[in-house]
């Protein structure tokens, strides 16, 4: 990965985690959604930890790619316990929202486990 990406991109069992370095901005929400859209993959984890806000343009991009990724029978879970970033994703969505944990290993369960659902409803 180029020095110059800020969102780290790493594949977990099928799950793409993409991890923030800080706030939110437009910028990054358009790594996001690049990122998202190079691996592929139907399960995001967004790694919001460290980000104390989001800016709105980047609250819809995020809302965005998880309403796409949820008609294709996946979704977007974020990581982050800040109530005012929740609440700005939250505004942003007409539709569903990606769903907010408060640590990773919850985020990651949660997407896992709606992985493994889509895998035994294939079978």
């Given amino acids: 990965m180029s020095n110059d ?14 991890t923030v370095p800080g706030d939110l901005d437009a910028a990054l929400a358009d790594e996001i959604r690049w990122a998202a859209s190079a691996a592929e993959s139907r ?7 460290r980000a104390g806000s989001v800016d709105p343009l980047a609250a819809t991009v995020l809302v965005g790619l998880h309403q796409r990724i949820h008609a294709r029978g996946g979704g977007v879970c974020v990581v982050t316990r800040d ?41």
């Fill in 5 to 18: 990406v800020a969102v780290q991109a790493r594949d977990f069992g099928g799950c793409t985690i993409l």
């Fill in 43 to 49: 399960h995001v984890v967004v790694d919001l930890g």
């Fill in 83 to 123: 109530l005012g970033v929740r609440a700005q994703l939250e505004r942003s969505a007409a539709g569903p929202a990606p769903r907010c944990y408060a640590e990773i290993g919850d985020a990651l369960e949660a997407s896992m486990s709606e992985r493994q659902a889509g895998l035994a409803r294939l079978a």
